[in-house]
């Protein structure tokens, strides 16, 4: 009898010890993210704007510019977002004003004016994003 | 009438004087039951709660669970700075042993695979089988990490149950040639030589031919300007359009080449953790 205790407790704790603190399943699929690769991808597709002639036409210039010529641009703005991207937003949100607004911007984009701009953290870029121009 | 507004002004200082709010066993109680239900983003403030009014003796298990909040809610810098302070503050070595796990695990998340490697060396040699299986686990994170994958390869495999598993395992890194595709210094010198060979080596076949087309029409300009005019015109027009996209075409390449070859690395990790989960 004591012989068959002993045997069995030496086949049962070992067995038990195996299992004791190892890694779950769900902890090893916890770390199913860890080496994927980085979403922030720039998104050169961007919509055309039926609203009007004139933003039909000054949209799909951009997005043709954006999917054919940006796409194969280093990157080169100093703006977060870039111009060509602010040109499109401002015209869309100023209409006429944000012609001025977007030729203002391109003389604006040399970066010898830091200290005006907060940094995009994740482009590392200066942030200067579209605003309702009040007049 | 001013006396009654007297007394009740009197009776209610003196109510709200005396009358209890929570305690801190209450508090903690509180932070314990959010915690066990799974809502550690709200159980964070209770248990911050409770470690400051507890302070400075808080206890091991409330550090352990601030770091487990944290960690939890992403915040990898503070769950690392409450597992040390909890690593210190425990008496059990066992528990110990599992919050430099927990650090390691955030090292390895914040991909800081050195410090995560420091920190499962620092783990005494000889430990319980379970405790060893997944020390082996966590090396064969940290090395593929670091991408040494033969090393992770070995580990991953100690890390299995069954020799099933292991013989899968080493399957997956029998030839670990293919972790290193595709080579972006390839793909870069490919778009160096024939602009978007290198896109298209990397498997972004549209972006390669755009490339291709776009530095062959600025080229097609040159040649134009310099037959309608001289080569001295063509290379203050032409050139500087050219140069860009076609610098722009190579550092592509090599940026589609490295997330190619991260993309196919996070598929092959998946497989191994799906190897190794499914013997648990």
């Known amino acids: 009898m004591k012989w068959k205790t002993i045997a069995s407790i030496f086949i049962i704790l070992p067995a038990f010890a195996c299992n004791l603190h190892s890694q779950t399943p769900d902890e090893v699929r916890s770390f199913s993210k860890l080496f994927k690769p980085d979403e922030n991808k720039p998104d050169y597709s961007l919509k055309i704007d039926p609203g009007n002639e004139f933003k039909l036409v000054l949209t799909s210039g951009f997005a043709f510019y954006k999917t054919f010529v940006s796409s194969q641009d280093g990157v080169k703005c100093t703006f977060y977002p870039s111009c060509s991207v602010y040109a499109l937003n401002t015209i869309k949100t100023n209409s006429l004003i944000g012609v001025l607004d977007a030729i203002d911007r391109l003389t604006r984009c040399n970066g010898i004016s830091p200290e005006k701009y907060h940094i995009h953290e994740p482009s590392q870029r200066f942030y200067d994003p579209v605003e309702k121009i009040r007049h | ?280």
């Open chain 2, 1 to 280: 009438m001013k006396q009654k507004v007297f007394f009740l002004l009197v009776s209610l200082i003196s109510l709200a004087a005396y009358s209890p709010a929570q305690t801190v066993g209450e508090t903690r109680a509180f932070a314990d039951s959010l915690y066990t239900a799974g809502h550690l983003n709200e159980a964070l403030p209770a248990y911050q709660r409770t470690a400051f009014f507890i302070r400075p003796t808080v206890d091991a298990e409330v550090l352990n669970r601030i770091a487990d909040c944290f960690y939890s809610g992403g915040d990898l810098e503070k769950a690392l700075e409450f597992y040390d302070h909890s690593y210190f503050a425990q008496t059990n070595d066992s528990i110990k042993k599992e919050v430099l796990f927990r650090k390691s695990a955030c090292y390895l998340r914040s991909h800081n695979y050195n410090f995560a490697l420091m920190e499962l060396l620092s783990l005494e040699d000889s430990l319980s089988p379970g405790l060893e299986k997944k020390r082996n686990f966590y090396l064969g994170m940290t090395w593929f990490g670091l991408e040494d994958f033969s090393k992770a390869g070995s580990y991953f495999e100690k890390a299995a149950e069954d020799s099933m598993s292991q013989q899968k395992i080493k399957a997956i890194f029998a030839d670990i040639r293919h972790f290193y595709l595709p080579n972006p210094k390839l793909a870069s010198w490919l778009s160096i030589i024939l602009p978007g060979a290198g896109q298209i080596y990397s498997g972004e076949i549209w972006s390669g031919i755009n490339s291709l087309l776009l530095t062959g029409f600025f080229v097609g300009l040159g040649f134009y300007i310099v037959s309608v005019s001289s080569p001295v015109d063509a290379l203050f027009t032409a050139l500087p359009w050219f140069q860009r996209y076609y610098q722009g075409g190579f550092q592509h390449a090599a940026d589609f080449a490295k997330n190619k070859r991260t993309e196919n690395r996070s598929k092959i990790f998946n497989e191994v953790l799906a190897v190794i989960a499914s013997t648990k």
